[in-house]
């Protein structure tokens, strides 16, 4: 599968229901975390940087540009997140890269 269709989840999009309605089709996802971040919550789910910690979520599969495009518009890119690259572990153990949601200025207050 093309590092670039990955995407890495945390918060709402975790959710199948949610995906659907977004993207109008199921997602295919897998289990996958995270580590060196936390999951935090004020009114949207965020993340920050810290040693040690590990976040759970989802790696979602096939994505393609016009779901990306919807995905960034539902996660305000780039006022409330900016989409980058990150290593994640998928559910076997293997290590990948893949696309992240990481706040802006807005979770460090």
């Known amino acids: 599968m093309p590092q670039d269709r990955l995407l890495f989840v945390y918060g709402t999009l975790v959710q199948p229901a949610m995906r659907v309605r977004l993207l109008g089709r199921p997602i295919e996802a897998?289990?996958?975390?995270l580590p060196g971040f936390e999951r935090g919550r004020r009114?949207?789910?965020f993340i920050v940087a810290k040693v040690g910690a590990m976040t759970e979520?989802?790696?979602?599969y096939g994505l393609t540009e016009a779901d990306f495009r919807i995905l960034d518009e539902?996660?305000?890119v780039p006022r409330l997140y900016s989409r980058e690259r990150a290593e994640v572990?998928?559910?076997n153990g293997e290590k990948v890269r893949c696309w992240i949601y990481l706040p802006t200025s807005w979770a460090a207050h």
């Open 89 to 91: 572990v998928g559910e």
């Open 43 to 45: 009114k949207h789910f």
């Open 74 to 76: 539902y996660e305000e």
């Open 57 to 60: 979520g989802m790696m979602l």
């Open 30 to 33: 897998v289990v996958a975390r």
